[in-house]
């Protein structure tokens, strides 16, 4: 394996009940990458993660994570990943500095007492070290638990939703703090259903129903889909939807706003039928497609 490939995994399976969760699933991430992982809920990522830093075993598959047997070596992984679970996971009734000084002490990091201040002074988190953690807002607890994963300065980061239910201020912070780190070489596998996050990533990957759709960067991925989107405006987009989806070239379409995103992959077709809006006096715009109608297109088929 590469020195700068952090993630590389092959064919890695696994199921629950005889029910499959992710099936042949293959990825690579190199360091300092940002690599979005995005999916419907039940698709598989929160289980993939898991089985890269060691918490699940494979059913079958082969793979290194930081240069180590995903399968053999998964204890050494937990050393060297810092991993933000999807619900908070720290103690509610600690104050966020005990929090901190317990997380210190399972990882028996050394000078703990100043890494835990440097982490307090980098978050802005000083002013609240002393306050019961169940009581700090959705943003605050966000910047706990990335403190927390970063106290043993790991090389990797896995980030399973963590900006779920945080408000737009909280959630900029926090990726700006991602590019900080991404910036010093840390890797970042982060998951996450916001489109406007997944296009602060420099590499993405797409799960559906345990299968991987797609890997690569925003606009390879979008020029690869072959979609063709226009969008149409009109004061009775409602009426208007159901003439649309009869239309020949029409595979999907969703509403954004006051305007509907119409996007096929027969652009000849397509084109056929805008023309058609056209001449009724419809306003329509062609436009490069969004990454929320390439994935769109990828679970349907």
Known sequence: MEDDVIIDVKNLNKSFAGKPAVINFNLQVRRGEICGFLGPNG????TTLRMLCGLLTPDSGEGHCLGF?????????KNFVGYMTQTFSLYGDLTAYENLEFIGRIFQIPN??????KYLQEFNLESRKNQITATLSGGWKQRLA????LLHEPK?????????GVDPKARREFWDEIYKLSAK????????????????CTQLAYIAYG???TTGNMEAIIAHSRLHTWVVYGKNLLTLEADIQNLPGVDQFAFFGNSLHVSGKNKLLLQQSINILKQQGIQCEEISPSLE????SLVKE
């Open 185 to 200: 070489g840390i890797t970042t596998l982060v998951s996450t259903h916001y489109m406007d996050e997944a296009e602060r």
């Open 156 to 164: 990797l980061l896995l980030l399973d939703e963590p900006t779920a």
């Open 69 to 77: 047997d995903i399968i053999k070596e998964s204890f050494q992984i």
């Open 293 to 296: 109608d390439v994935f769109i």
């Open 146 to 149: 990335l403190a927390a994963c």
């Open 112 to 117: 703990r007492k100043q890494k835990i201040a």
């Open 43 to 46: 698709s598989g990522k929160t």
């Open 211 to 213: 299968n991987l759709l």
